[in-house]
């Protein structure tokens, strides 16, 4: 009797349509929407949420739901709204979308509930009389609280031999007592706030429902301070906050100083396993979590009563998922902001275009941090023109005397180079051959320690060559200087100092980078030399000089996002400098000091850098003024990927003739070959869709729908893509 059936709709974790319908066996209660359901899928079954409950068309053949998972939602319908939004703008399976807004144990079938914490291992001495009379053992233990005169641990009282259930015997008792230390004395004061840090905290705090702030505060201003204090009046009224970070690794003093400030907080980070995820999810939802900072994913965490939203370095790229369902998270903040109707704190020494952008347009509001905080002064900039000189492992002799200066006066040295191991080539000096991938358009890099040739894109490594695989002749020259080879010139320019190695194959684990930046801030005379890991969020007190190995990298690239990501990194390694009493000094190595671009960012700073290259981007009509979406595809064919954007193309163009105005246009480039044509054996392409408006982009992308494809084409859509080119 199909006509009495009840019919509901359901999300389930596939690509293609992802929403159908089944119906309601005759004694199962309708499940609320947002529910976890199991449903009969294909010859399998798969968790689905449920996504509406008023179907009035039924399909004569459904299929029954199996079980209902949830007596409630199980995501709110705060956040099915958001992922619903996020379906139609990033153009991905609502189902799919589903599967990354939820925890994956929740979507694996996990039953929602909070475990109760353990109870804390650290043992109160509270009624010293409440042993039994003869027992030796108890008695000891009593004493030994006595003497110590203050809690003890569990660990400390094991290593004093009291085990751990000759202390349970005693909690019986009513004699120790476990519980946490009162940590509410010792958290740390906030800091008075200078005039600029003032205003914004009182231009935040005033605001109580949807707005947007763009703190744009240098390198050491204290742009922390103000989040601190915007966050204590949400949290004294009860309300939760949200703090997105881009890497919690990279930045455990910053955590610390939200630790201090407010006792516990809830983190949200690659490392956790499903189930504690699911457990923070839970008490943030519960509302027994009041902070919570996490990184990108922390943005689809459901909250008992949220007020206010922080994202720290909303510039940076780690915002922008590159895989799968590519969400940028400091968009949808805003979109969550305003949809729980709470401001946003947006905050950086170099905000993004898009973020300045908005300012312009009247949609943000900015804050500045102009000056330093706690008397600190902005370092100076210095080039060295590399042309005609003659480099020790890449650094010039001007470079050389300058660090030495500085480690004479007890100053630390940072060396930025944006390249890890030893030669990023390596070069036949009889016929020119350079070491390739043989997957990859990509050269490989020299490493020692072992001696190989790695490829950094697919990670394929070789043994070296003992003579030239093209003309057979000796004579292979490293070329070009990566950290390992600084690192090596470094310990011979200045034997004896200190000498600190960090990038990814020196810190592998968050344990070996704090170990190096804990030894750092103890502030001895060092050179420290490495990547961007170095660039990120420290405070790093004694540092006085940051050198740049090589700037032209970054301004040469074609992509047309690139001075902005080389400006923001020189900006943000440099601001490394100078942080405390001393001054900093930082010294930039190019080939082209009189780079119009280079020399913009040093003579106006990154403020006047970013308002001309904005200037630029609007009369190109490159985003942030225009929206842009992309479609990538892959395959081991080079014209399989082709042809399919080619038909992409051609559909595209069709319905955007249907749909454009005079006012609104569409304009498709490509496709053409992506920069890395060739990645681990697969022929990359790219179709470039640029719109006038976005209303514009979003229809003609909805016009695709799904396109034939091919089993072994990839391929994806990304809307305002990170990566242009
Ligand atoms: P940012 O995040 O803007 O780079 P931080 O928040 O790390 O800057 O602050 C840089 C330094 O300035 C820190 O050591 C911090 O304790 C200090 N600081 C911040 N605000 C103040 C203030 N109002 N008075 C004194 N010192 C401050
Ligand atoms: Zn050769
Ligand atoms: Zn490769």
């Known amino acids: 009797m199909p006509e009495t059936k009840r019919i509901i709709q359901v999300a389930v974790p596939r690509p293609l349509h992802s929403v159908y319908d089944y119906h309601l066996e005759q004694e199962a209660p309708t499940p609320a929407v947002g529910a976890r359901l199991r449903v009969p899928f294909g010859r399998s079954e798969v968790i689905g949420i449920c996504v509406s409950t008023a179907v009035q068309t039924p399909h004569a053949n ?109 909690e019986d008792l009513g004699v120790v007592e476990r519980k946490a230390l009162e940590t509410d004395a010792t958290l740390a004061e906030p800091l008075p706030p200078t005039e600029e840090q003032r205003q914004a905290i009182d231009q935040v705090t005033d605001s109580k429902r949807f707005e947007v702030f763009l703190l744009e505060g240098v390198t050491g201003s204290g742009k922390t301070e103000v989040y601190l204090q915007s966050m204590a009046p949400v949290l004294a009224a009860g309300k939760q906050v949200l703090v997105l970070v881009p890497e919690i690794a990279l930045t455990p003093q910053t955590l610390a100083r939200f630790e201090n400030r407010f006792g516990g907080t809830g983190m949200i980070h690659s490392a956790l396993t499903d189930q504690q995820r699911l457990q923070t999810w839970l008490k943030c939802r519960a509302g027994d979590i009041r902070i919570l900072i996490g990184t990108r994913s922390a943005v689809f965490t459901p909250f008992k009563e949220l007020g206010l939203i922080i994202v720290d370095e909303e510039h940076d790229s780690s915002y922008k998922q590159q895989e799968g369902l590519r969400y940028s998270a400091r968009d949808l903040t805003v979109k969550r902001a305003q949809n729980l109707n709470v401001p946003l704190l947006l905050g950086s020494a170099t905000p993004s275009l898009e973020s300045f952008y908005n300012v312009q347009r009247g949609r943000y509001r900015h804050l500045t941090l102009s000056e330093r905080a706690g008397g600190a002064v902005m370092p100076t900039y210095h080039t060295v023109d590399l042309r005609g000189q003659s480099l020790r492992g890449g650094f010039s002799d001007t470079l050389i005397r300058v660090i030495r ?295 003609v992308l909805a016009k695709l729908g799904q396109p034939k494809t091919h089993a072994n084409l990839r391929w994806s859509i990304d809307v305002d893509p990170y990566d242009a080119m």
């Open 405 to 699: 200066a500085h480690l004479a006066k007890e100053g630390q040295v940072l060396v930025y180079l944006n390249r890890r191991g030893f030669a990023p080539t390596l070069l036949c000096k009889s016929c020119g051959w350079q070491s390739v991938c043989p997957d990859c358009d990509a050269k490989l890099t020299l490493h020692r320690q072992p001696e190989q040739l790695i490829c950094h894109h697919c990670n394929l490594r070789f043994a070296l060559p003992d003579v030239c695989e093209n003309c057979g002749e000796g004579d292979l020259l490293p070329l070009g200087i990566g950290t390992q080879r600084a690192e090596e010139a470094l310990a011979e320019l200045f034997p004896g100092v200190t000498l600190y190695r960090i990038d990814r194959d020196t810190t592998r684990t968050n344990r070996q980078l704090n170990e190096q930046l804990e030894r750092i801030q103890q502030g001895k005379p060092c050179i420290m030399v490495g990547t961007q890991m170095l660039a990120k969020g420290h405070h790093f007190p004694a540092v006085t000089l940051v050198a740049v190995v090589n700037a032209d990298a970054g301004f040469l690239s074609p992509d047309f996002r690139a001075p902005e990501r080389t400006a923001q990194l020189i900006v943000q390694v440099a601001g490394r400098a100078g942080r405390a009493q001393r001054p900093g000094e930082v010294w930039i190595q190019s080939y082209q000091p009189q780079n119009p671009l280079l020399q913009r960012l040093i003579d106006q700073g990154y403020t006047g850098f970013a308002h001309a290259e904005l200037t630029s981007r609007i009369d190109a009509g490159l985003p942030p003024a225009q929206p842009m979406a992309m479609l990538r595809a892959e395959a081991f064919e080079p014209v399989m990927a082709r042809d399919f954007l080619q038909q992409c193309k051609a559909h595209l163009d069709h319905a955007s003739q249907e749909i454009s105005t005079q006012e609104a246009s569409v304009e498709l480039l490509g496709p053409i070959p992506a920069p890395m044509a060739r990645l681990a054996k697969r022929a990359r392409f790219q179709l470039i869709i640029m719109a006038t408006t976005r209303p514009l982009l979003h229809r």
């Open 62 to 170: 459904t299929k029954a739901v199996l079980e209902v998972l949830d007596d409630d939602a199980a995501i709110a319908e705060e956040l099915l709204d958001l992922a619903q939004w996020m379906s139609g703008y990033y153009h991905y399976p609502l189902g799919e979308v589903l599967a990354t807004v939820l925890p994956s144990a929740a979507r694996k079938g996990s039953v929602f509930e909070i475990k109760p914490e353990p109870p804390p291992d650290v043992w109160h001495l509270i009624n010293a009389e409440g042993i039994s009379p003869r027992a030796k053992t108890q008695k000891a233990v009593v004493e030994h609280l006595q003497h110590t005169g203050q809690p003890q641990s569990g660990e400390a009282l094991a290593s004093a031999g009291f085990n751990r259930p000759m202390l349970r015997k005693l």
